[in-house]
């Protein structure tokens, strides 16, 4: 396969939704085709897969819908991205990260270099982070759709090692493409590579959500911290400065979801990570995520995932309901 690799800055741009997975982009105005270079139909077998498109171009605006979590990764030329309200011009290297049901296009100046990767956590579990970083994970790649809310459908990361990312990305599509024996590790094990860097750089930086209420982030961010302990709706209004009526209609506007239903979302991604990252008994897990009640963190589990803890601790996926695909190219 011969692969335009030039030197450029990367711009990581991250959608979650649902998609119908793309064999070529489309020039709007020419109508002209982009064929894409790489593999299909590994995600159910892998939980991810690549394709790799040398010239893409596309001058009017297109909104539409994507389905797995699609890293869009621009390796090189320039343009403005839509998301939802949002608008970025692609001239730094960084990572957008954009949740479930998100509607985007990428307007470019002149050919455009992407490379796309499709991540699909519902059929194959996250590799495993080292560390702090496992904790990282889930603030930049939403484990499930129904865990998205509206401070995570747009987030910013940037990178300091372009060159990295385009080093991994490439790695794996050789892998994939060649499908030498082994691959299918050797391709895990990149994905990981290129995970922790990506948990890197948002714990390096942080991570920047638009929109942004200063006040309101403050209070999420006690939540993201302090899911595990005991919090009192008054104690968070106090630290507002607002009444706890007026908290709770201010942040269901903010975020989409209830305070108690963030911090039950929360509570939920620590325990699916520690499912699938340690050996803790259940009822252990469900305690340490700020679950005090076993039956109660069942049923909640079942309730927003469609599985059992115990079935998505041996890789079961949620019913596809949860998770159906429709719409679109990248």
């Known amino acids: 396969m011969n692969m335009k690799r030039g030197?450029?800055?990367?711009?990581?741009?991250?959608?979650?939704?649902?998609?119908?997975?793309?064999?070529?982009?489309?020039?709007?105005?020419?109508?002209?085709?982009?064929?894409?270079?790489?593999?299909?139909?590994?995600?159910?077998?892998?939980?991810?897969?690549?394709?790799?498109?040398?010239e893409y171009e596309n001058v009017r605006k297109r909104m539409h819908g994507v389905g797995?979590?699609?890293?869009?990764?621009?390796?090189?030329?320039?343009?403005?991205?839509?998301?939802?309200?949002?608008?970025?011009?692609?001239?730094?290297?960084?990572?957008?990260?954009?949740?479930?049901?998100?509607?985007?296009?990428?307007?470019?100046?002149?050919?455009?270099?992407?490379?796309?990767?499709?991540?699909?956590?519902?059929?194959?579990?996250?590799?495993?982070?080292?560390?702090e970083l496992q904790l990282v994970l889930?603030?930049?790649?939403?484990?499930?759709?129904?865990?998205?809310?509206r401070t995570n459908r747009v987030i910013h990361v940037n990178l300091r090692s372009p060159e990295k990312v385009r080093g991994l990305l490439f790695a794996m599509l050789d892998e994939l493409t060649e499908a030498g024996a082994g691959y299918e590790e050797s391709a895990r094990n990149l994905l990981s590579s290129f995970l922790i860097l990506c948990a890197r750089e948002a714990r390096r930086s942080g991570v920047i959500r638009a929109p942004a209420d200063a006040t309101l982030e403050r209070i999420r961010a006690v939540l993201d911290v302090d899911y595990a302990e005991r919090i009192r709706l008054a104690e968070l209004a106090e630290a507002a400065g607002m009444s706890p009526t007026y908290l709770?209609?201010?942040?269901?506007?903010?975020?989409?979801?209830?305070?108690?239903?963030?911090?039950?979302?929360?509570?939920?991604?620590?325990?699916?990570?520690?499912?699938?990252?340690?050996?803790?008994?259940?009822?252990?897990i469900a305690l340490e995520s700020g679950f005090t009640d076993l039956a109660f963190f069942n049923r909640t589990f079942r309730k927003r995932l469609g599985t059992t803890p115990g079935a998505y601790r041996a890789g079961g996926s949620p019913p596809e309901t949860l998770t159906k695909r429709q719409d679109t190219h990248s």
Request: proline residues 7%; charged residues 20%.
């Open 138 to 149: 889930p603030q930049i790649v939403t484990l499930h759709p129904t865990l998205s809310n």
């Open 248 to 284: 709770c209609r201010r942040f269901r506007a903010y975020t989409g979801r209830s305070v108690f239903e963030y911090l039950m979302d929360r509570r939920l991604e620590a325990a699916m990570m520690a499912l699938r990252s340690t050996e803790s008994k259940i009822s252990t």
């Open 68 to 131: 797995v979590i699609l890293f869009s990764c621009v390796l090189s030329g320039r343009g403005r991205h839509f998301l939802d309200d949002a608008v970025f011009d692609e001239d730094g290297s960084s990572i957008a990260i954009v949740n479930y049901g998100q509607r985007h296009d990428i307007v470019t100046e002149g050919p455009m270099e992407v490379m796309n990767l499709f991540l699909d956590p519902t059929r194959r579990p996250l590799p495993q982070l080292p560390g």
């Open 7 to 54: 030197k450029s800055h990367v711009y990581l741009i991250i959608y979650v939704g649902n998609l119908a997975l793309p064999m070529s982009l489309t020039d709007a105005d020419s109508n002209r085709v982009v064929p894409a270079l790489g593999v299909a139909g590994t995600i159910p077998r892998l939980g991810f897969d690549l394709h790799y498109y040398p």
